[in-house]
Every structure is written in C-alpha cells, then in structure tokens.
C-alpha cells in the first residue's frame, strides 16, 4: 500500500500516468484510475492487553491481534506473523489456609480419682500462608476424666477405699 501511495504521489501532476494498482507498465489516463479496485494489502490492528491463566501463581498469559488495520480486500495479501503471543505470567503467591493436625495424645490432669481429660492441635497442615485463613475451631480439647480411686492411709479407716501401707502415707 505504501508503494502505491508513492507511487501516486509521483504521478498525481501528469495527466497520464504510468501503470495502474496492479501493473506499473502501462499508461493509464488519469481520470480511469479507480482506487476503489485496487487490491489492498491488511495490516496487523494493535494488541489487546494481555491476561493470565491464573489469578495467582504461576501461569500462561496471551494477547491478540486481528489483521485489520486495514483489512485485505480485493485480493491483497493477508497479515504475516501470529496474531497471538504467548509468555510467563509470574503473580503473587496463591493464599494457602490453614488445616488443622492431628491430635497430642490426651493426658489426664491427675493419676487418680476425677480429673481434666485434654489434648492440643496446631494449625499447621498446613500453616496459613499468603493471606489464607486460620483454621476454624479451637486448639485445645477438655472432658472429663475419672480414674482409679485414689488409695488412702491406715488412718482414713473407709471401707470402701482401698487401703495404703504406712510408707506410701509417710511420703506425702
């Protein structure tokens, strides 16, 4: 299209000119020039603005073009190249929430008679990371716990505890 228009310009103070759109080795008078028929060659519009795959991580980001600046008409030549382009996206970390572990072993507030059963949790399977939420509930986990009854000294006399000898009273 570029050589054309040269091409015209050159030619626009005769009054015959050399050559018509397509073939510049005939003379053509210049009021049967018709423009209007002359092929026209596309050319590549701008790119649209690029977009990710993924919201964060790591991904795929593409852009477009179309072949329409101008559009090939009347057999001219279409658009060379790709009308898409390709590249990394790099984003910021995906936000990972936080799962709770597993449970400690429950251990007994006493080693006889009634006391507080309690195990713990921590929130680290995985640990919250890049603005991921907490677990929900609670760490720590209480109930009730009743074991043996505690054995008592000669003095207590109860029946209904059992009986510790004299040494075991003596160490309290």
Known sequence: MTDLIDWWSRQIKLRVIEGDCTDFQTSTDLDQ???????VDGGWGTWSNPIC????GNG?????RSC?????SLGGQTCNGSNVDTSDCILRDCPVDGGWGSWSNPICSVT???GILSRNRSCDSPVPSAGGQTCNGSSVDTSDCSLIDCP????????????RTDAECTAE
Do not use: E, F, M
């Not at 020039?33 to 092929?39: A, F």
């Not at 795929?60 to 477009?64: G, W």
């Not at 329409?68 to 090939?72: G, I, K």
């Open 68 to 72: 329409d600046s101008p559009v090939p």
């Open 152 to 163: 008592v000294c000669l003095a207590t006399k109860r029946a209904d505890l059992p009986v």
């Open 112 to 114: 006889c008679g009634n």
């Open 33 to 39: 020039i018709d423009l209007s028929k002359c092929p």
């Open 53 to 56: 795959s993924v919201t964060c």
């Open 60 to 64: 795929i980001q593409s852009r477009n």
